[in-house]
Every structure is written in C-alpha cells, then in structure tokens.
C-alpha cells in the first residue's frame, strides 16, 4: 500500500512540476538522487509504523482474543 502511494505521489509530484514549469521559468525539476532517498524515507517509515502493531499483534492468543469477543 505504501509503494502505490509513494509511486501514486511520484506521479503527482512530476505532473505538477511539468505543469509548474510551464508557467515559472526559473523552477527545475529536482534531481533523482532527492527523490529517491525521500522515497526511501517514507517507505521505512511506513514499515515501521506497520510492524510494530504487527509484531503486538502476533503475540497475542487466538483463542483468547475470540474468547474476549
């Protein structure tokens, strides 16, 4: 889910500067070594934020949590 946003994003981002472009001489396109590592960034720290409630919830018991239910 992650990667479709973080590509979805990419998309977005290189459409509106190509548009922003058009309009503002003096804008360029950044270079692919920022995009890449900003990427990067954010895919980690969707892997993180994912795991953590993934590992918490691996722990628990099956058939406790549908007991509790």
Do not use: C, K, N, W
């Not at 459409?15 to 590592?37: H, K, N, Q």
Request: no cysteine; aromatic share 8%; charged share 10%.
């Amino acid at each position: 889910m992650a990667v479709a946003g973080v590509l979805a994003g990419a998309a977005f981002g290189y459409g509106v500067a190509r548009l922003a472009g058009s309009y503002f001489l003096d804008i360029e396109m950044p270079g692919a070594l920022p995009v890449i590592l900003s990427a990067f960034v954010l895919l980690a720290a969707a892997v993180i934020a994912s795991s953590l409630p993934a590992v918490r919830a691996a722990r628990i018991d099956v058939i406790q949590a549908l007991r509790a239910d």
